[in-house]
Every structure is written in structure tokens, then in C-alpha cells.
């Protein structure tokens, strides 16, 4: 992984908003009015959170046909999980089941409150 990614992943699991986020998408794929909601942020927030969580590839987009024909985009985890070390030239993040897909639920949201830590 890159140092400008990783730096990326940091800054994100430190965001409350984005955590919010991140533990919203575990289970399921969801559209930006619905993260909005269900994380009760504003709407505008809620796109640039999400923004800057695709920019440090932790979910990706993708199109969801609901019944009503209109696709929708929807975001979900793009892995399972990720560990942080921190060694002599600093934090580096290596993430477990990584794809151009997004993949299942994952765990990243527990994992960035005990990696950044939540007072």
C-alpha cells in the first residue's frame, strides 16, 4: 500500500462521521439519502464522507436496481478487515480481503475504534 493511502485510511477511521459510515455499510450496500439518515448526518455531509472514505478505497460504488427500474448508487466495504502497525518509518495498513469488488461485511469499523481509539 501506498504511504498516501495509508495516511488516507488514518485520517478516515479517525472521523467520527466516517466511522458512522464505515459501521452503516457493514452489512449491506446503502444509497448516500440512506446514510444520511441512518447516521444522522446531513445530507451534504453524508456525500463528502462518503467522498473522502472512496478516495481511501475503503468502500466502493456501485448501481442497485430497486423495483421502481431507477438505478440507485450505493456504496458498500471494499474488505474485510485491515491491521496498522507502526514501525521506525511509521504507520503502515494492510488490509485483508482486498478486491476491485466491494466484498461481504467486514470489520473495519470495529477495527478503526480500537486501532485510532474512541474516547
Known amino acids: 500500500m501506498s504511504e498516501g493511502r495509508d495516511r488516507a485510511f488514518l485520517d478516515a477511521v479517525g472521523d467520527e462521521d466516517c466511522k458512522t459510515i464505515l459501521d452503516a455499510v457493514r452489512t449491506e450496500a446503502k444509497t448516500i439519502p440512506e446514510l444520511s439518515e441512518e447516521c444522522d448526518i446531513p445530507l451534504s455531509t453524508a456525500y463528502r464522507k ?3 472514505l472512496q478516495e481511501a478505497d ?3 460504488e456501485k448501481n442497485r436496481l430497486p423495483e421502481d427500474c431507477r438505478p440507485k448508487n450505493v456504496y458498500e466495504l471494499r474488505f474485510d478487515g485491515a491491521v496498522v502497525t507502526m ?3 511509521g504507520f503502515a495498513v494492510e488490509f485483508a480481503g482486498e ?3 466491494p466484498t461481504a461485511p467486514g470489520r473495519i ?3 478503526s475504534r480500537s486501532a485510532v481509539g474512541s474516547d
Open 99 to 101: 478486491s476491485s469488488e
Open 109 to 111: 469499523a470495529d477495527l
Open 87 to 89: 514501525g521506525e518509518e
Open 58 to 60: 475503503l468502500v466502493a
Open 50 to 52: 462518503v467522498n473522502r
